[in-house]
């Protein structure tokens, strides 16, 4: 099955920085990727996501890039705000064959004012 | 319109009770999951609803945890001779699936504590 692993486990920058988290995969058959964002005490919630059709996406400070070769992904935050600060959660899935989602553990990200 | 919801929010049981979490997930979606997630861990599947067919169990930690939806609809996890182990909050998502991105929309959670 598939296993996904996310770093780091905590993050912290600056307001006004940007803030990357990294995750891989081991199921080459995966092809849908979305991340969470989960505010303390509250249900975690889509961000962005990325099919294994496409190699980036953007919206707004938000983009997510796939390198399928290499089975990772990334999600970059640009300019941080304070609000942005909580737990990022990536998944992968493979859509056509198992339905499984597995998420990775998790990044707690601080972003100081 | 209305989200996923789940009942209760929170649950306190003694240790060798069972318990049952309700799930109603969003009118429409066929697909239906429960995760677990302990004290600042993260997400652990425990089953996947996907409409009439067989519920994906693979997830479950063992025999105690079993689910069922009925009418393709609302579901029901049920944790037997519960363990304080089994304390966490219990997320429920649904998703709409019909070969398009497959957006899970999580409830609010039910937050077990086993005494």
């Known amino acids: 099955g598939e296993n996904v692993e996310q770093h780091p486990s905590t993050l912290s920058v600056q307001e006004g920085d940007s803030a990357v988290i990294k995750c891989t995969y081991s199921?080459?058959?995966?092809?849908?990727f979305p991340w969470y964002k989960q505010e303390l005490g509250k249900r975690p919630q889509l961000i962005i996501d990325?099919?294994?059709?496409?190699g980036e996406k953007k919206d707004q400070r938000i983009a997510v890039t796939l390198n399928k070769t290499a089975k990772h992904f990334s999600l970059h935050i640009t300019e941080t705000q304070p609000e942005d600060s909580a737990v990022y959660f990536c998944a992968a899935r493979d859509w056509g064959g198992n339905n499984d989602m597995r998420f990775g553990a998790g990044t707690r990200l601080t972003v100081k004012p | 319109g209305a989200g996923v919801s789940q009942s209760p929010s929170n649950k306190v049981t003694e240790k060798g009770k069972d318990v049952e979490l309700r799930c109603d997930p969003i009118?429409?979606?066929?697909?239906l999951y429960w995760y677990r997630q302990s004290l600042g861990q993260g997400l652990e599947f425990l089953i996947y609803?996907?409409?009439?067919?067989?519920?994906?169990k693979s997830g479950l930690p063992s025999d105690r945890f079993s689910a069922e939806r009925t009418g393709g609809s609302v579901s029901t996890l049920t944790i037997q001779r519960t363990q304080q182990e089994d304390s966490a909050v219990y997320l429920c998502?649904?998703?709409?699936?019909?070969?398009?991105?497959?957006?899970?929309?999580f409830g609010p959670g039910t937050r077990l504590t086993v005494l």
């Open positions: 990325i099919r294994s059709n496409v």
């Open positions: 609803f996907q409409g009439n067919s067989a519920p994906d």
């Open positions: 009118s429409g979606h066929t697909a």
């Open positions: 199921d080459s058959a995966s092809n849908y």
């Open positions: 998502a649904s998703s709409w699936t019909r070969g398009l991105a497959d957006t899970q929309y």
